[in-house]
């Protein structure tokens, strides 16, 4: 079974860094792709950065580059390093993965996500 184990949220204040971890466990092959999105009260799911490990290239949505930097390792693991973190960056933050080729890395649909994580909640004070 392919699962999605999202880690690493808190509460910090602005100006500070967190970084996420998605665990990714029950698939076997060695390309996929993986995306952050994160959610915030009354607002849609949001595509946060992309990595796609067939090519390495990663992706991110405008607002947090420069801030933000996605890395995943040979063990299926994959992190969020975020800096400069501000308050609009508040919201539960869920990993994606996507398995069928070719892969996207689309941030602005979450239809090409095949499996998800339960989310894990970021908070920056201001």
């Known amino acids: 079974e392919v699962q999605l184990q999202a880690s690493g949220g808190g509460l910090v204040q602005a100006g500070g860094s967190l970084r996420l971890s998605c665990a990714l466990t029950g698939y076997n092959f060695k390309n996929f792709a993986i995306a952050w999105f994160r959610q915030s009260p009354g607002k849609e799911r949001e595509g946060v950065s992309c990595?796609?490990?067939?090519?390495?290239?990663t992706y991110y949505t405008d607002s947090v580059k420069g801030r933000f930097t996605i890395a995943s390792d040979d063990a299926k693991n994959t992190y969020l390093q975020m800096n400069s973190l501000n308050p609009e960056d508040t919201a539960v933050y869920y990993c994606?993965?996507?398995?069928?080729?070719?892969?996207?890395?689309?941030?602005?649909?979450?239809?090409?996500?095949?499996?998800w994580g339960q989310g894990t909640l970021v908070t920056v004070s201001s």
């Open positions: 990595i796609n490990k067939s090519d390495g290239k």
């Open positions: 994606a993965l996507e398995t069928r080729t070719p892969f996207l890395c689309e941030l602005h649909n979450t239809r090409y996500y095949e499996y």
